[in-house]
Nanobody
Framework: QVQLVESGGGLVQPGGSLTLSCVAS????????IGWFRQAPGKEREGVSC????????YYADSVKGRFTVSRAKVKNTVYLQMNNLTPEDTAIYYC??????????????WGQGTQVTVSS
């Protein structure tokens, strides 16, 4: 059974940093990509970043390039999203997902429950 569990969200001031974690189980990570997505109130879910298990290649949405970094700890079956220089526009529920690839939410099959990130002074 595929399971994804996110953690690390919280309240942070503008310009601050957070690191989200996604612990995966029930599948062989080496063969799949894990994507990070976010959904703000009243907005559609959007892709943030993606990392491929096969070679570790990464992709980012333009809105987060240079500020967010996705990485993995294969031994722990965990993917991280390091978020720096956060702005109020980054406020959203953040999800990790697998079973797909790239930054399009509709192609992913399995989703975590999400973790709230709020950027506010």
């Amino acid at each position: 059974q595929v399971q994804l569990v996110e953690s690390g969200g919280g309240l942070v001031q503008p310009g601050g940093s957070l690191t989200l974690s996604c612990v995966a189980s029930g599948f062989t990570y080496d063969y799949y990509a894990i994507g990070w997505f976010r959904q703000a109130p009243g907005k559609e879910r959007e892709g943030v970043s993606c990392i491929f298990g096969s070679d570790g290649s990464t992709y980012y949405a333009d809105s987060v390039k240079g500020r967010f970094t996705v990485s993995r700890a294969k031994v722990k079956n965990t993917v991280y999203l390091q978020m720096n220089n956060l702005t109020p526009e980054d406020t959203a529920i953040y999800y990790c997902a697998t079973g797909g690839y790239g930054l399009t939410p509709e192609v992913y099959d399995y989703w975590g429950q999400g973790t709230q990130v709020t950027v506010s002074s």
